[in-house]
């Protein structure tokens, strides 16, 4: 339906529960309008793989520029989409648009695995299986160009349909990161039996790796028992030398993080790993060493 005139403001925090309650409903509309609408759109972060300093993985990031609003920030929207139940029909759009751009760069000789972050709400929704078989047959990408991001939390909960749900992933060749490791509760017994590939660091270990004692001992802790399970490991939020010496010393192979790279929009991301990573990286990487 049509607005009228003025600029409406949307103030996302506000003091009562009703007004809240109220904006809440107001960016459920938005979003389903925003699907209509192509609103979305999704960034590429590169993963740079320190062993042979290329970029052969990049996680894929949903991005929202709203008419009115302007940016609104995932951390801000994902939790509503889940909450109402869009995320559904979000994530499927996700999906596609990911598998489509990764066999986009495919067919220009540029193989990039795409990892998709999979809200619990989806991964517990058990059409997703279907969703992303059909993902794959409409875009014809490759399955090992494909990968899941799953958070931790959502991995360890219902410990046996979760193994169970991964392995379908599994047998079908496509990827499974953990995200967000470490801010969970994880069992570690139980770890050793998902069928995952890749554990990504928090973020929040990374930040202050080079200050803090304790990060440091986790992110260490983390990159033994990656080693011992023959897991890949990502360290998230990497944005300074400092950071990524540290992280290098401790044997981390990928890495994400604004020290490289912002999330990039598609053409600008081929640019990156083509033109300027290319350029940029032997000084950059000479560094560490
Ligand atoms: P995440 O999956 O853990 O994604 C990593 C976040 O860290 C991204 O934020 C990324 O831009 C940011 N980041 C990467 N490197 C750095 C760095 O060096 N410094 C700093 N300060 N930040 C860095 P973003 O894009 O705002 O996404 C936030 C969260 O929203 C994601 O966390 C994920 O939980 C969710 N999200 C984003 N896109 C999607 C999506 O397509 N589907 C679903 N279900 N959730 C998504
Ligand atoms: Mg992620
Ligand atoms: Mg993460
Ligand atoms: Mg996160």
């Keep these: 339906q049509a607005k009228e005139g003025g600029r409406r403001t949307f103030k996302y925090y506000s003091n009562t529960l009703n007004d809240r309650a109220l904006e809440r409903l107001q960016l459920e509309e938005y979003m389903r ?32 520029t709203h008419p009115e609003l302007g940016f609104v920030s995932p951390a801000d929207f994902i939790p509503i989409a889940e909450e109402s139940g869009i995320i559904i029909e979000l994530g499927d759009w996700i999906l596609q648009e990911a598998c489509f751009q990764a066999r986009e760069w495919h067919e220009a000789g540029l193989d990039i695995r795409v990892s ?49 749900r991964l392995q379908m992933f599994k047998d079908m060749g496509i990827r499974i990161a953990v995200d967000d490791f470490g801010t969970g509760y994880s069992s570690l017994s139980y770890l050793k039996k998902f069928p995952i590939d890749t554990l990504k ?48 010393n401790y044997g981390a192979q990928y890495i994400q993080g604004y020290f490289f790279s912002r999330p990039l929009p598609p053409a600008e991301f081929t ?3 083509t033109e300027e990573f290319a350029e940029k990286s032997t000084w950059k990487l000479d560094l560490i060493g």
Excluded: C
């Design 33 to 64: 309008a925003a699907l209509q609408n192509d609103e979305f759109e999704l960034y590429y972060q590169p993963q740079v793989d320190l062993k042979t300093n290329e970029i052969t993985k990049a996680e894929a990031l949903l991005r929202w």
């Design 116 to 164: 998709v972050n999979v809200s619990s709400v989806q991964f517990k929704q058990t059409n997703l299986v279907d969703n992303v078989k059909n993902a794959l047959e409409l875009s014809e990408l490759p399955k090992h160009l494909l990968e899941l991001e799953l958070t931790e939390s959502a991995v360890m909960s219902d410990v046996e349909d979760n193994i169970g």
């Design 201 to 248: 660091i928090d973020r929040s270990f990374i930040m202050d790796i080079d200050t803090n004692e304790n990060d440091a001992a986790i992110v260490k802790a983390i990159m033994l028992l990656a080693d011992t399970m023959q897991l890949n490991v990502v360290a998230e939020g990497v944005e300074t030398l400092e950071q990524l010496r540290i992280i290098d």
């Design 271 to 273: 640019k990156f790993v």
